[in-house]
């Protein structure tokens, strides 16, 4: 008898994955009503992009019958974020996934997460997206953009050719490339540094040309670009937390029906959940992986941190009123303050 029902769980089960499959395959099939063209710098060689647009796309498919079919365009073929941007809000694409200052374009505020020595860890970190969230969607959709997923990029590291960028006198030697927008900017001369603007598409060959020797980088771009063949030194000090959107046009998202927007966000919300430990994960990883090919490590010492904590807090307030408001700075402040209090 109790042979008889495992065979009949077996069966119900292979029913239900054979059942899915079909599912899967039919809808792939389907022509889709409505067709997203999404964009992002990262490339399909770096296991959380590809993870991300995989499971997403199928995600959305399954959500909305095969209606909604999603198309990515990856590695920065469609020119950088602030293009995805700008060809969103003119329907040459859908979405994309974003970080820097195409985040303050579509969500004016969101870069104070990105403020030098604001976290201490990722517990920090997911507190806070969590409270903000509704904050960020709001300010979104105000600029005429829905938010699918939020995802946490990395926190990013300091890696050079040359020096150990451990001192004010590595960074005023430093030939550093921005390509972040403007807080980056000023965080890189409270530091001692200057600067050399860089777009994307610009960042690898100009690293191996020379013309510039630094940057700052999520340790999973830094690998998958094969740049840490040139890196002599990575300072692993967690400068600033990099956050990312996932979004789609207003105006795309208002012309799908309601059952569907409702499926997808929940979907979204789950991913988030999902991907942003396996981010982490994957950034840890790529890190070690640098290490034990030959970069060298730099360690700082508390006194040493100390010094760059000093002078990079005036950033924060700096920066009011020109890529976020004393209202957002003091709410994740609060935040923090909030979260912290329960801990210790």
């Not at 960020?136 to 959709?141: P, T, W």
């Not at 002078?311 to 976020?324: A, I, L, N």
Request: aromatic share 10%; with cysteine; charged share 25%.
């Amino acid at each position: 008898m109790r042979s008889r029902r495992r065979y009949l769980a077996a069966f119900v089960l292979l029913v239900f994955i054979f059942t899915g499959i079909c599912l899967s395959n039919l809808l792939a099939g389907k022509k889709p009503k409505h067709i997203w063209k999404f964009a992002t710098l990262g490339q399909d060689s770096i296991k959380m992009v590809s993870t991300l647009t995989v499971d997403l796309t199928q995600d959305i498919l399954n959500t909305t019958n095969g209606d909604v079919k999603c198309v990515w365009y990856l590695g920065g073929v469609m020119g950088d974020e602030e293009d995805y941007v700008t060809k969103m809000r003119i329907d040459q694409l859908q979405g994309a996934m974003i970080t820097g200052t195409a985040n303050a374009m579509v969500c004016p505020g969101i870069s104070v997460l990105e403020l030098p020595f604001l976290f201490n860890n990722w517990d920090e970190v997911h507190y806070v997206r969590k409270k903000l969230r509704p904050t960020v969607d709001k300010l979104a959709e105000k600029n005429g953009f829905k938010v699918l997923t939020m995802v946490d990029v990395d926190f990013e590291h300091f890696y050079s050719s040359k020096y150990p960028m451990k001192t004010i006198e590595d960074f005023k030697k430093s030939k550093v490339l921005t390509w972040h927008g403007p807080l980056e900017v000023e965080v890189l001369k409270a530091l001692g540094a200057s600067p050399i603007p860089v777009n994307v598409p610009e960042v690898v060959p100009s690293m191996r040309s020379g013309v510039v020797d630094g940057a700052i980088s999520p340790a999973v771009w830094w690998l998958a670009a094969q740049l840490y063949t040139i890196t002599l030194y990575i300072n692993p000090i967690p400068i600033r937390m990099d956050p990312g959107l996932v979004i789609v046009s207003m105006k795309s998202w208002n012309k799908i029906p309601p059952n569907y927007q409702k499926g997808i966000m929940k979907l979204g919300k789950k991913l988030e959940d999902f991907i942003n430990p396996e981010i982490r994960k994957i950034n840890r990883d790529s890190l070690n992986g640098m290490l034990k090919y030959g970069c060298k490590e730099v360690k700082m010492t508390p006194q040493e941190i100390e010094v760059f904590k000093k002078r990079t807090r005036p950033v924060w307030d700096k920066m009011v009123g020109k890529v976020y408001s004393r209202e957002m700075l003091d709410k994740v402040l609060g935040l923090l303050k909030k979260f912290r209090s329960t801990k210790s």
